[in-house]
């Protein structure tokens, strides 16, 4: 009898093998091969910009990376353009020690940038002896693959399988996709920004902690988590009210305060680097991209008033409706809560908060929702008018997506003439 039972336990996990490789399979060829036929178009937007680079000094201040005497850019060189270079720089010779200065004013340098991405490159780079240039690509490529097969299983918990492709078709086609495959922190945002939210909807908080961390180390969006969690949190405990099932709070509360506590992580990390309180936040100040008019929470609408005058500002008003109407509409439901909450605090803190200048571009693409206006859920069922209008609308958005991807990537991206008289990407 033992020995049927062992054999039969034994069969159970044979066949369990291939379900699960199957199911596997299933969440993630989808997702992987959007992501990759996009990647070979935006990798010949990408050649296509390098074609008119010249070759020039390495400069920091002239943010491209080719060397004197080098042939002229091509698809590896590319991706070392703008603040690339400066990764680059702090994954070969570190921070400094001492913040640089002439005549008393704080000159550019590494403390801008967080240490995250550039020390992974660097690790990546020491163990398989690539080179920084096809090491940093690679690795942003990796973090993205990854981050679009971990979004599609997080959104099919509530929305259709072609709302969460359709959402990845559109990230992949936005006009700054091509920051996936640079050297940029975009891949690997992306990916910790994903586990966060996934986490957080299965209430991990540990995890999320984590994720946190990571994050506060790689881009400055910590407040827009917070604003995340904010809502996690009220929800829970209202669902959790009068019911046996308890809410977290510990838990929460211990992942709320991480989150917290990191948007201050690297700001202190470089202030105890060279011993100087504001060392990050004046050397932010020296980019022209952070200078002139702003005040927090009225950043974009101060910068669009003095340029065209209020239709500037009805142009802001009017996306800020549209990220309402896509995130609270019916079935805006199909995106999971913690979407839903990210999607509309991050668009808006990067608007209070950051310049309005042409890098804004790159930045709204981990807003992830807003760039697919009609999701349905799992269990809607549509009409055939309904699927076809979708679908319509879902072609029309890849071929305008890519269309301006090409613009971005030849005449954003790629370097030119001066870097002062360019959009900065």
């Known amino acids: 009898m033992l020995d049927l039972e062992h054999s039969t336990r034994r ?34 937007f990408l050649a296509a910009g390098a074609a008119d680079q010249p070759s020039r000094p390495r400069s920091l201040a002239d943010a491209t990376i080719t060397t004197a005497g080098a042939p002229d850019a091509n698809l590896w060189t590319i991706g070392m353009n703008w603040d690339a270079q400066w990764y680059k720089s702090i994954a070969e010779d570190g921070y400094p020690s001492v913040l640089p200065q002439v005549n008393g004013e704080v000159l550019q340098n590494e403390l801008a940038f967080y240490p995250a991405y ?118 829970k405990w209202r669902r959790s009210a009068g019911k046996n099932r308890a809410f977290d709070i510990r838990g929460y509360g211990v992942a709320t305060a991480v989150t917290a506590v990191s948007s201050l992580l690297w700001p202190a990390i470089a202030a105890l680097l060279v011993q100087r309180p504001d060392a990050f936040f004046v050397t932010q100040a020296q980019w022209m991209s952070n200078q002139g008019p702003g005040v927090i929470g009225l950043a974009w609408p101060m910068k669009l008033y003095g340029v065209v005058g209020w239709p500037g500002v009805l142009v802001l008003l009017g996306a800020g409706a549209y990220l309402a109407l896509t995130l609270c509409q019916p079935r805006g439901s199909a995106w999971p809560l913690e979407l839903r909450a990210w999607a509309f605090a991050y668009p808006m803190y990067i608007a ?13 693409l981990l807003s992830l929702a807003p760039l697919w206006p009609m999701p349905t859920r799992r269990r809607d069922r549509l009409p055939p008018s309904a699927v076809a209008v979708r679908a319509g609308l879902l072609v029309g958005l890849i071929v305008v997506g890519l269309y301006f991807q090409y613009l971005w990537t030849v005449h954003v991206y790629a370097i030119h003439g001066s870097t002062d008289e360019q959009a900065y990407p």
């Open 11 to 44: 069969l159970r996990a044979l066949n369990f093998a291939p379900d699960r490789l199957r199911t596997v399979a299933q969440d993630a060829l989808p997702p992987l091969l959007i992501f990759t036929a996009t990647r070979f178009i935006s990798a010949a």
């Open 118 to 235: 550039p020390l992974a490159v660097r690790a990546i780079s020491w163990m398989t002896g690539l080179e920084y240039e096809f090491a940093a690509p690679a690795f942003s490529l990796a973090c993205a693959g990854l981050a679009m097969v971990l979004l599609y299983k997080y959104l099919v918990k509530r929305a259709s399988r072609f709302t969460a492709l359709a959402l990845i078709a559109c990230i992949n086609v936005y006009p700054a996709a091509p920051i996936f495959q640079v050297g940029y922190t975009e891949g690997l945002a992306l990916l910790l920004l994903v586990i966060f939210l996934y986490a957080l909807s299965t209430e991990r908080y540990l995890l999320v902690s984590a994720a946190a961390i990571l994050l506060s180390l790689t881009r400055p969006i910590a407040f827009p988590l917070l604003a995340v969690l904010a809502v996690h949190g009220a929800v």
């Open 352 to 364: 209070a908060v950051t310049p309005l200048a042409g890098s804004g571009v790159r930045y709204l």
